[in-house]
């Protein structure tokens, strides 16, 4: 069975404070790996995604993510997180063939 | 933004009545997806199509049936609706079914 584990519910960081939301994920080959995020009463926005080749990805708004196969995590880093940042996100694992599963989500507030 | 819309965005309905939600892209993907998302669980695969009259069933399928006549459209019916099914449903679209998928606005849906 596959499954995406993302640990935090709910975190909450001053503005200008480094990030990092983690993200586990359970599957036997290596998955195609995403994060996206979703503002209050919008859609989700992929911020970004991993095939295969580098294991540092870099997205939009800053973020970037780390594949670690060997701990089978792909968590979500921003050195300086902006007020604008208050969101939730989500990470994504596909195995290809339209088989995507999503984590529960983690809602971030920013402090000011 | 890829051009994917939902109707209704907004939809109240009673228990045991029929409900059709509607997807419209103007991107020619080949494949669309309907999900549900509900606190704590993430987003959750209904039904997926990978071309005009090809579906399939996801995860949380029962209950709901698709049809896709045109590229551009994709419906998602339910027969008859339950308080189960209250829920705000995405729908999204790719290029393939290894890629990245890109997400409509939802449609928020309560069954009373």
């Known amino acids: 069975a596959q499954s995406v584990t993302q640990p935090d519910i709910h975190i909450t960081v001053s503005e200008g404070a480094s990030l990092e939301l983690r993200c586990n994920y359970s599957y036997g080959a290596t998955p195609y790996l995403f994060w996206y995020v979703q503002s209050p009463g919008q859609g989700l926005q992929l911020l970004l995604k991993y095939f295969s080749g580098d294991t540092l990805v870099q997205g939009i708004k800053g973020f970037e993510a780390e594949f670690k196969r060997s701990q089978s995590s792909f968590n979500l880093r921003k050195p300086s997180v902006h007020w604008s940042d208050a969101a939730e996100y989500f990470c994504a694992v596909g195995r290809g063939n339209n088989d995507m599963r999503f984590g529960a989500g983690t809602r971030l507030t920013v402090k000011p | ?112």
């Open chain 2, 1 to 112: 933004d890829a051009g994917i819309t939902q109707s209704p965005r907004h939809k109240v309905t009673e228990t045991g009545t029929p409900v059709t939600l509607r997807c419209h892209q103007t991107e020619n993907h080949r494949y669309m997806y309907w999900y549900r998302q509900d606190p704590g669980h993430g987003l959750r695969l209904i039904h997926y199509s990978y071309g005009v009259k090809d579906t399939d069933k996801g995860e949380v399928s029962d209950g709901y049936s698709v049809s896709r006549s045109k590229t551009e459209d994709f419906l998602l019916t339910l027969e008859s609706a339950t308080s189960s099914q209250t829920s705000v449903y995405f729908c999204a679209i790719s290029e393939s079914g290894r890629d990245t998928q890109y997400f409509g606005p939802g449609t928020r849906l309560t069954v009373l």
